[in-house]
């Protein structure tokens, strides 16, 4: 099964670096996508993440979910085109020849191009994220936001939304087998998929509500709430690797600065 | 170091007290085990017991429950609390917070106020002992249930405390597995801690068991000594249950017609191959329990019987048919599986509803007889109007059971049908089998209770490392 947003076990070159260094990494690169509107430049973002990954070891691990990128992708450019004509016509969507209805929803170069861009924006945060998620363990994880500031509660809360995506999943996947072995044939297409809900996700929710009462005297009665200072272990310092990416993400940043100021990108 | 002072309980929302009058003190130093029939109130007594209950859950509380030394009012909080006892609960799973195994106890160590360096020793030290070296960098969704539960005991045993509660650490267990964990908590024991257990494996805990505590319907019917308390035969009855009293038919099946046959079956989930070359013949009327450790590919093999697994190499013929070429759905009404947890399966309002939406699916003619016919067989008449979800574990497990034989399926297979039982529950869900088999239906049952095994069934499948090591029917 296909894990969604998991840590990988590796021992690779983000795997390596400290949390902050990556935490940082994502910032940059989250608002340097967000700024840019290049085409050609989130393109090359795109591509950067997949080097960055395969050079991690991860490429393998963050393509799992190019399905489901693809497909919100294409719906993206699709909304994109229906709402936000503008400019030159390329074409339109029903053809001209088919009378009354012909000649509806044009595609335009402006709403192309928009959808494009969102389309690698979105690419660009997902790949970022899911890195920055695949080679940071919880624990590091939770450390450097508490050293940051952030209130334990809702750390916890960040950290366990996460970790019970996998087990949510199993979970769903063996109470279909049971109602398949109680003779569940909800039938396909729409109304199949609208049948199909209680059966599958009652039984989801109310097992997920009755483990999450457990989940919190777990929490308390192991006393991550008491509020007593931490005491990290095996805690990494910042490495060279650390301030050599940093360093080269400081470049980065200024190249950005330059081609911004010129209207390149 | 725990005492329960005249401690009755009622839930909110509720009329019936789920504890009544208990009164019950543990020494240190002591294990105590408490035992009783599922929905008796021992999962209240574990939480009373822990002060979780006076500071967590509203309702009525009377008595007092004194933690050592301190009245349990006295503590602020749960975190208050966590300083002096471990709790272990139930539930595996949702005691795993992070996602390794190492992480889980390293970060409970950390909020103790220890220095790195005794952190890291004590984290060594409880890996060794709870044998988790091995699985250290697993995450929660890779390991199966028991070592699941270990690592939910390892990481309450990480705070140090003297104090341990635990509810039901081998549900999940199969012999070998619940021995080990039976290994750890004497271990724990001759160290001096504390123990307040909830089991229904008397059998295997008996050597460190110093008082042995029956709870029936929220009060304490019997508590002492062990071998004073199972005096009583009632007592025994539900603690050391004797399955050779359930003997039915036998030796009937041995030439009657085959209804699954096996032929050279092998799965393999991805690399690992879970079942290598299995070929076995059920025949109609049989009663097969089918044995072996956790991940010896029990529930891979009976999972074949009705489609919900395709071979990846070999043939599953069930009543003639190869099922290569059936729908899960026509398979249905063939084999009836019944899985381990029944809580994967409740979604209706109601008890009755719940047994109709099988007999629905398959459209069986005369359907309500069906329903009150599968209700009365179970013993659920009284409860067909109650939400599923309210019943006791016992009869949750009757229910799940109810809910396949409605669907009249020739061939019923059960995974664990006893876990969480005790000996009486157990004995009216192999009864209610041993009637099933009567009736003609043949009978499968993955079970980890060897006198069930022995005594119940007319055949024994041994598996071990998705193979076929023993089969007393085959000769």
């Given at each position: 099964?296909?894990?969604?947003?998991?840590?990988?076990?590796?021992?690779?070159?983000?795997?390596?670096?400290?949390?902050?260094?990556?935490?940082?990494?994502?910032?940059?690169?989250?608002?340097?996508?967000?700024?840019?509107?290049?085409?050609?430049?989130?393109?090359?973002?795109?591509?950067?993440?997949?080097?960055?990954?395969?050079?991690?070891?991860?490429?393998?691990?963050?393509?799992?979910?190019?399905?489901?990128?693809?497909?919100?992708?294409?719906?993206?450019?699709?909304?994109?085109?229906?709402?936000?004509?503008?400019?030159?016509?390329?074409?339109?969507?029903?053809?001209?020849?088919?009378?009354?209805?012909?000649?509806?929803?044009?595609?335009?170069?402006?709403?192309?191009?928009?959808?494009?861009?969102?389309?690698?924006?979105?690419?660009?945060?997902?790949?970022?994220?899911?890195?920055?998620?695949?080679?940071?363990?919880?624990?590091?994880?939770?450390?450097?936001?508490?050293?940051?500031?952030?209130?334990?509660?809702?750390?916890?809360?960040?950290?366990?939304?996460?970790?019970?995506?996998?087990?949510?999943?199993?979970?769903?996947?063996?109470?279909?087998?049971?109602?398949?072995?109680?003779?569940?044939?909800?039938?396909?297409?729409?109304?199949?998929?609208?049948?199909?809900?209680?059966?599958?996700?009652?039984?989801?929710?109310?097992?997920?509500?009755?483990?999450?009462?457990?989940?919190?005297?777990?929490?308390?009665?192991?006393?991550?709430?008491?509020?007593?200072k931490t005491q990290h272990v095996r805690e990494?310092?910042?490495?060279?690797?650390?301030?050599?990416?940093?360093?080269?993400?400081?470049?980065?940043?200024?190249?950005?600065?330059?081609?911004?100021?010129?209207?390149?990108? | 170091?725990?005492?329960?002072?005249?401690?009755?309980?009622?839930?909110?929302?509720?009329?019936?007290?789920?504890?009544?009058?208990?009164?019950?003190?543990?020494?240190?130093?002591?294990?105590?085990?408490?035992?009783?029939?599922?929905?008796?109130?021992?999962?209240?007594?574990?939480?009373?017991?822990?002060?979780?209950?006076?500071?967590?859950?509203?309702?009525?509380?009377?008595?007092?429950?004194?933690?050592?030394?301190?009245?349990?009012?006295?503590?602020?909080?749960?975190?208050?609390?966590?300083?002096?006892?471990?709790?272990?609960?139930?539930?595996?799973?949702?005691?795993?917070?992070?996602?390794?195994?190492?992480?889980?106890?390293?970060?409970?160590l950390e909020?103790r106020g220890l220095s790195a360096a005794v952190i890291e020793e004590r984290l060594?030290?409880?890996?060794?002992?709870?044998?988790?070296?091995?699985?250290?960098?697993?995450?929660?969704?890779?390991?199966?249930?028991?070592?699941?539960?270990?690592?939910?005991?390892?990481?309450?045993?990480?705070?140090?405390?003297?104090?341990?509660?635990?509810?039901?650490?081998?549900?999940?267990?199969?012999?070998?597995?619940?021995?080990?964990?039976?290994?750890?908590?004497?271990?724990?024991?001759?160290?001096?801690?504390?123990?307040?257990?909830?089991?229904?494996?008397?059998?295997?805990?008996?050597?460190?068991?110093?008082?042995?505590?029956?709870?029936?319907?929220?009060?304490?019917?019997?508590?002492?000594?062990?071998?004073?308390?199972?005096?009583?035969?009632?007592?025994?009855?539900?603690?050391?249950?004797?399955?050779?009293?359930?003997?039915?038919?036998?030796?009937?099946?041995?030439?009657?017609?085959?209804?699954?046959?096996?032929?050279?079956?092998?799965?393999?989930?991805?690399?690992?191959?879970?079942?290598?070359?299995?070929?076995?013949?059920?025949?109609?009327?049989?009663?097969?329990?089918?044995?072996?450790?956790?991940?010896?590919?029990?529930?891979?093999?009976?999972?074949?019987?009705?489609?919900?697994?395709?071979?990846?190499?070999?043939?599953?013929?069930?009543?003639?048919?190869?099922?290569?070429?059936?729908?899960?759905?026509?398979?249905?009404?063939?084999?009836?599986?019944?899985?381990?947890?029944?809580?994967?399966?409740?979604?209706?309002?109601?008890?009755?509803?719940?047994?109709?939406?099988?007999?629905?699916?398959?459209?069986?003619?005369?359907?309500?007889?069906?329903?009150?016919?599968?209700?009365?067989?179970?013993?659920?008449?009284?409860?067909?109007?109650?939400?599923?979800?309210?019943?006791?574990?016992?009869?949750?497990?009757?229910?799940?059971?109810?809910?396949?034989?409605?669907?009249?399926?020739?061939?019923?297979?059960?995974?664990?049908?006893?876990?969480?039982?005790?000996?009486?529950?157990?004995?009216?869900?192999?009864?209610?089998?041993?009637?099933?088999?009567?009736?003609?239906?043949?009978?499968?049952?993955?079970?980890?209770?060897?006198?069930?095994?022995?005594?119940?069934?007319?055949?024994?499948?041994?598996?071990?490392?998705?193979?076929?090591?023993?089969?007393?029917?085959?000769?």
């Open positions: 099964m296909a894990e969604i947003l998991q840590y990988v076990h590796k021992d690779a070159f983000l795997h390596r670096l400290h949390p902050y260094t990556k935490i940082a990494f994502i910032i940059i690169v989250s608002i340097m996508c967000i700024i840019a509107t290049d085409l050609v430049f989130l393109t090359l973002m795109v591509l950067a993440m997949l080097a960055v990954a395969a050079y991690s070891r991860l490429l393998a691990e963050l393509l799992q979910q190019l399905k489901l990128i693809i497909v919100m992708s294409a719906i993206f450019i699709l909304i994109t085109i229906i709402t936000i004509p503008n400019g030159e016509i390329l074409g339109y969507f029903i053809p001209q020849g088919i009378p009354v209805i012909g000649g509806f929803i044009p595609v335009t170069v402006g709403g192309l191009t928009i959808g494009i861009v969102l389309t690698l924006r979105f690419m660009v945060l997902i790949f970022a994220f899911q890195l920055f998620l695949m080679s940071t363990q919880p624990r590091d994880l939770v450390n450097a936001m508490e050293k940051i500031g952030l209130p334990i509660d809702y750390i916890l809360m960040f950290i366990i939304a996460l970790r019970f995506i996998p087990t949510l999943q199993i979970e769903g996947q063996r109470i279909h087998e049971a109602q398949l072995a109680r003779g569940f044939n909800p039938g396909t297409g729409f109304i199949g998929k609208i049948r199909s809900v209680a059966p599958i996700a009652i039984p989801l929710v109310s097992n997920a509500l009755l483990r999450s009462n457990v989940l919190g005297l777990t929490i308390d009665m192991r006393g991550y709430r008491t509020g007593k990494s310092t910042l490495q060279h690797r650390d301030y050599g990416v940093l360093f080269a993400m400081a470049l980065a940043c200024t190249g950005y600065i330059v081609l911004l100021m010129n209207q390149i990108i | 170091m725990i005492e329960l002072n005249n401690v009755s309980y009622t839930y909110p929302h509720t009329v019936q007290p789920a504890l009544h009058r208990i009164t019950l003190s543990l020494e240190k130093g002591r294990c105590v085990m408490v035992t009783g029939p599922s929905g008796a109130g021992k999962t209240s007594l574990s939480l009373a017991a822990s002060g979780i209950l006076h500071h967590e859950y509203g309702g009525k509380k009377e008595g007092s429950v004194v933690i050592d030394g301190k009245d349990v009012t006295q503590y602020r909080s749960l975190s208050d609390l966590a300083q002096n006892v471990g709790v272990v609960f139930d539930d595996a799973e949702a005691q795993m917070i992070f996602t390794t195994v190492e992480e889980e106890i390293l970060s409970a909020h060594s030290g409880i890996m060794k002992t709870t044998y988790l070296e091995e699985l250290k960098d697993r995450s929660p969704h890779n390991l199966s249930g028991g070592q699941k539960q270990r690592v939910a005991l390892a990481a309450t045993l990480a705070l140090g405390n003297d104090i341990l509660i635990l509810d039901e650490p081998t549900s999940e267990l199969d012999e070998h597995a619940t021995k080990r964990i039976a290994e750890i908590l004497k271990d724990l024991k001759d160290q001096g801690k504390t123990i307040l257990l909830i089991e229904h494996k008397f059998g295997q805990f008996h050597e460190m068991v110093d008082a042995l505590v029956v709870l029936e319907n929220g009060e304490i019917t019997a508590q002492g000594i062990p071998s004073d308390v199972l005096k009583d035969d009632h007592v025994r009855g539900m603690v050391l249950p004797d399955f050779s009293a359930v003997k039915g038919i036998a030796g009937t099946a041995t030439d009657s017609e085959p209804v699954i046959s096996v032929q050279n079956l092998t799965h393999n989930y991805g690399n690992v191959q879970a079942l290598s070359g299995i070929s076995l013949t059920i025949r109609k009327g049989e009663f097969v329990a089918l044995v072996g450790e956790n991940g010896s590919g029990k529930t891979t093999l009976v999972k074949h019987f009705n489609r919900l697994l395709s071979p990846t190499g070999g043939d599953v013929i069930v009543r003639g048919k190869n099922t290569k070429d059936c729908s899960i759905a026509a398979l249905a009404c063939d084999v009836g599986l019944v899985f381990q947890n029944p809580d994967h399966m409740f979604f209706a309002d109601t008890v009755r509803e719940e047994i109709a939406y099988g007999v629905k699916n398959l459209g069986i003619e005369h359907g309500n007889e069906v329903i009150e016919s599968a209700l009365g067989d179970a013993g659920l008449t009284e409860s067909a109007d109650l939400y599923p979800r309210w019943l006791s574990r016992g009869e949750r497990q009757r229910l799940g059971i109810a809910c396949v034989v409605a669907m009249q399926p020739g061939i019923i297979v059960l995974d664990e049908p006893t876990t969480g039982l005790d000996g009486y529950e157990a004995i009216l869900v192999i009864n209610i089998l041993k009637k099933l088999q009567e009736k003609g239906h043949t009978i499968i049952i993955i079970t980890h209770n060897r006198d069930i095994a022995e005594h119940c069934a007319d055949r024994i499948i041994t598996m071990e490392g998705g193979k076929v090591i023993s089969d007393t029917g085959s000769a």
